[in-house]
């Protein structure tokens, strides 16, 4: 048996190492440590655009930190709107930025509005098709290369996005049913829309 000062070192190691399992643990559930939302963006109101790119029936959705709720969730690409930028240019970059694909704009789908204590948004979500590129994990150019919030992008079937922690809710219940009407209907935008969501 050690003496007394390595039994107390050998102790504070397990509590260590039992606290950074427990953090672990929290950041595989919740996909992030507890924290105050972004401050960079209280205060004034942000416009956003997004992308909804479909593919064999899937969504392409970015995971991230959200500067919102400091958790863990899935959206489709996008970001801020630059001064003097169009809202289609705006989209085109923000999904080379974040997925590495190149777009083509198509017909806005929805308007929606996030409003917090913290931040206030505008977001447009544009319905897209895929020219080319090959898909990867992109960055924001908002953050440094350490404090990125894009942890992955995927293609989300639309059929489980109803199983994930999907932004905003509206996609998680409606977007199946909206793309299905697309198809059924054969026109580029379901009647009904762009929506306020």
């Known amino acids: 048996m050690g003496s007394r000062q390595e039994q107390l070192e050998n102790r504070q190691e397990r509590l260590e190492n039992r606290q950074e399992q427990l953090e672990n643990r929290q950041l595989k559930h919740t996909g992030s440590m507890s924290r105050d939302p972004d401050p960079r963006y209280a205060g004034k109101i942000r416009t956003r655009v997004n992308g909804l790119l479909i593919h064999d029936q899937s969504l392409l959705m970015v995971q991230l930190h959200s500067p919102v709720t400091g958790g863990l969730i899935w959206m489709p690409p996008g970001g ?20 590495g694909l190149t777009v083509s704009a198509g017909p806005l789908w929805y308007l929606h509005e996030v409003v917090t204590p913290h931040v206030h948004a505008i977001e447009f979500y544009f319905r897209c098709d895929w020219q080319h590129g090959e898909l990867q994990k992109g960055m924001d150019p908002e953050y440094s290369r350490q404090e990125q919030i894009i942890r992955d992008v995927d293609w989300i079937p639309l059929k489980q996005l109803n199983c994930e922690d999907v932004h ?21 935008t379901p009647p009904g829309l762009p929506r306020f969501i």
């Open 80 to 99: 801020g709107v630059q001064f003097g930028e169009a809202l289609t240019g705006t989209l085109c970059r923000e999904m080379a930025e974040e997925t």
């Open 168 to 188: 905003p809710l509206y996609l998680k219940k409606n977007l199946l049913n909206d793309w299905q009407a697309e198809k059924k209907g054969g026109m580029t």
